[in-house]
T-cell receptor, first 111, second 114 residues
Framework: GNSVTQMEGPVTLSEEAFLTINCTYTATGYPSLFWYVQYPGEGLQLLLKATKADDKGSNKGFEATYRKETTSFHLEKGSVQVSDSAVYFCALNKGAGKSTFGDGTTLTVKP | NAGVTQTPKFQVLKTGQSMTLQCAQDMNHNSMYWYRQDPGMGLRLIYYSASEGTTDKGEVPNGYNVSRLNKREFSLRLESAAPSQTSVYFC?????????????FGNGTRLTVT
């Protein structure tokens, strides 16, 4: 079946540091890939997506590139802020839009 | 824009009690979903409705039932609550049941079963 594996957390960074959160997936065919962000007490919000190989999704300074050859979709940001502290989920859609999620990575950014 | 609205926000039940979690979306989306979120386990799909009038089981449907009341509303019912159903429940919607459609989530219902 489909699966998503995320870098284990928690991740703690200083403000303005570079962020990478690794995500790899297993799926048949060509899934669509997503990153969602969850702030405390809230539901998940779409951060970015990519729907085919070599697509780059980007939003709010975050980027991720759909790499079919390595089955990866790593999330990056060049300079994190305190307000980026949240839980980040990698997900794939394959088959009638049903999503499979990773376990989430908690990011804390310290001033 | 309200987006996806879930009620209640918090609920405590005793083992064996029943309850219905309500969900409504105002984005004219065709597809709706119920997920549960448990620590260290990501989100797991309970049931989904690809379009009005249809419902299907997800990964963890046992102990739950759903009703797609109309295009806007999708409820989740626990007939006889068990401690294993203690979790945070999220309703989500998408424009269509297609792989490129992202999910829009409500803020969740935190359920404790004692």
């Amino acid at each position: 079946g489909n699966s998503v594996t995320q870098m284990e957390g928690p991740v703690t960074l200083s403000e303005e540091a570079f962020l990478t959160i690794n995500c790899t997936y297993t799926a048949t065919g060509y899934p669509s890939l997503f990153w969602y962000v969850q702030y405390p007490g809230e539901g998940l919000q779409l951060l970015l997506k990519a729907t085919k190989a070599d697509d780059k999704g980007s939003n709010k300074g975050f980027e991720a590139t759909y790499r079919k050859e390595t089955t990866s979709f790593h999330l990056e940001k060049g300079s994190v802020q305190v307000s980026d502290s949240a839980v980040y989920f990698c997900a794939l859609n394959k088959g009638a839009g049903k999503s499979t999620f990773g376990d989430g990575t908690t990011l804390t950014v310290k001033p | 824009n309200a987006g996806v609205t879930q009620t209640p926000k918090f609920q405590v039940l005793k083992t064996g009690q029943s309850m219905t979690l309500q969900c409504a979306q105002d984005m004219n989306h065709n597809s709706m979903y119920w997920y549960r979120q448990d620590p260290g386990m990501g989100l797991r799909l309970i049931y989904y409705s690809a379009s009005e009038g249809t419902t299907d089981k997800g990964e963890v449907p046992n102990g739950y039932n759903v009703s797609r009341l109309n295009k806007r509303e999708f409820s989740l019912r626990l007939e006889s609550a068990a401690p294993s159903q203690t979790s945070v429940y999220f309703c989500a919607s998408s424009e269509q049941a297609a792989d490129n459609s992202p999910l829009h989530f409500g803020n969740g219902t935190r359920l404790t079963v004692t």
